[in-house]
């Protein structure tokens, strides 16, 4: 393993005006993202969608540090033969790999699930390697639902345990790996009790790690913000959020981590903008502090485009726009009234 290269890649991952894109939905939830725009979830049409944003000039070659691939994506060729990975590569991007492989029930731990894609790990961490990839994504999910007991500790080891036994194996590879340990925003729960979990969760994270060996100077973390449940009566304003995330990683990432990169998690796309850039009005930090969204970087441009290919500039210029507002949130100069200019 080569530590001064992979952090030289985690760097450059969350470089200050840049973050990442998450394009590296399963086959099943880009078909749910394709239902809602009336759109089929063919071969072509998902390489098409894609093709089109890799292709976004200004997103890609400003905004855009690396993106995150599912399988399917990194081995597609776009319209004139290229490699979509040489797309990316070519607008100055880092091409990343999803090599989890989903979640399964947790035994003994009903409505808990543990991420699963270990076995082989290895081989085809290798071959994603000669493709490309510089980085890799394992995303862990924990849910809160106190009604049940919620997440258990059983759930938050197992996951942490993968985590970190999947980050080892990356790094071995030379593959930068985005450790993702999700705290779902689903629930009813305030704003403190996501807290509460997400340190259990980051802390028993980095024990883990640190028991596997991995060096925190190679790796990425990619974590949910402490938001109240989606159903929980009472909301939280955006300095709230940014306090509280900010007070919270601070107390459970150690500083040798060169960068942390939120998941969006269903938050709209401009709270999920305003979020970040609230943080970075709070003073200095310790690492790199960016994005790393799926849905809040894409709902927009997947609604302009929608399958037509008469609106690839529409939904390019819609996923600059959004790749933009998140750029300059990853260094404070994001403002409200520049979302309406554009509007
Ligand atoms: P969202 O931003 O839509 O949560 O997706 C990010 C991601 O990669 C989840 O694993």
């Not at 808990?112 to 085809?124: H, K, P, Q, Y």
């Not at 590879?173 to 689903?186: F, K, R, T, Y």
């Not at 729960?189 to 596997?212: A, G, M, P, W």
């Amino acid at each position: 393993m080569n530590l001064t290269e992979l952090n030289k890649v985690a760097t450059a991952m969350v470089a200050p005006g840049k973050g990442i894109l998450a394009a590296d939905e399963s086959s099943g939830t880009i078909k749910k993202r394709f239902d809602a725009i009336g759109v089929e979830s063919t071969e072509d049409n998902r390489r098409d969608y894609r093709e089109m944003l890799f292709r976004s000039n200004e997103a890609m070659s400003q905004f855009i540090s690396g993106v995150i691939l599912y399988d399917e994506t990194i081995w597609q060729n776009a319209k004139d033969g290229t490699p979509l990975v040489k797309l990316i590569e070519q607008a100055g991007a880092i091409p990343g790999i999803k090599v989890d492989e989903g979640t399964q029930a947790l035994p003994m731990c009903p409505g808990e699930t543990v991420t699963v894609g270990l076995d082989r790990l290895a081989e085809r961490l290798k071959k994603y390697y000669e493709r490309g990839a510089r980085f890799a994504k394992w995303r862990a999910v924990i849910d809160i639902d106190g009604g049940r007991g919620i997440p258990s500790m059983t759930a938050i080891s197992v996951n942490a345990h993968a985590l970190a036994r999947y980050a080892a194996l990356c790094q071995a590879a030379q593959i930068v790996p985005i450790v993702e340990p999700e705290v779902l925003m689903d629930g009813d729960h305030d704003i403190d009790r996501c807290y509460e979990v997400t340190s259990r969760v980051l802390n028993k994270t980095f024990q883990e790690l640190r028991v596997q060996r991995v060096a925190l100077e190679g790796m990425v973390l990619k974590p949910n913000m402490v938001v109240p449940g989606k159903k929980c009566p009472k909301q939280a304003s955006i300095e709230e959020v940014a306090e509280k995330t900010i007070r919270l990683l601070k107390a459970c990432v150690p500083a040798a981590v060169p960068g942390i990169a939120f998941l969006s998690g269903g938050q709209s796309d401009e709270e999920a903008t305003a979020h970040l850039n609230a943080m970075h009005k709070l003073g200095t930090l310790p690492w790199g502090l960016t994005f790393s969204y799926g849905r809040a970087l894409q709902a927009a441009p997947q609604k302009a485009w929608s399958g037509k290919p008469e609106n690839v500039a529409a939904g390019q210029t819609a996923f600059s726009h959004r790749a933009r507002m998140n750029g300059l949130a990853s260094k404070g100069e994001w403002q409200s009234s520049l979302e309406q200019r554009a509007a």
